[in-house]
């Protein structure tokens, strides 16, 4: 199987509502992953949203992982590299 996460790519943003950047990956080498949001929790610690598209009033959902052991493997990946970018690791 290919690698899971490649080309991941953290983009900080001037904090607003836990916000705090914003990654981009390739997922198995096959599929181009963008506009995640890296929000910080109430306890310190990072958590991943998945972008949305509005419409109609409702919030269509561009992609997110099925799998919670892939989740859980992009989880990782994407907030150990927005520690190192960030310069700071959450508690």
């Known amino acids: 199987m290919n690698q899971l996460i490649s080309e991941l790519?953290?983009?900080p943003v001037k904090p607003v509502n836990g916000l705090?950047?914003?990654a981009s990956f390739v997922l198995y080498q096959s599929i181009y992953c963008c506009s995640v949001g890296?929000?910080?929790r109430p306890s310190g610690s990072y958590r991943l949203v998945y972008p949305t598209k509005k419409a109609g009033g409702t919030d269509l959902h561009i992609f997110h992982p099925i799998n919670r052991d892939v989740g859980n493997e992009i989880e990782a990946?994407?907030?150990a590299k927005a520690e190192e970018v960030l310069g700071y690791e959450a508690d």
Do not use: C, D, K
């Open 77 to 79: 990946a994407v907030i």
């Open 20 to 22: 705090v950047a914003f």
């Open 38 to 40: 890296i929000v910080t």
């Open 9 to 11: 790519q953290i983009t």
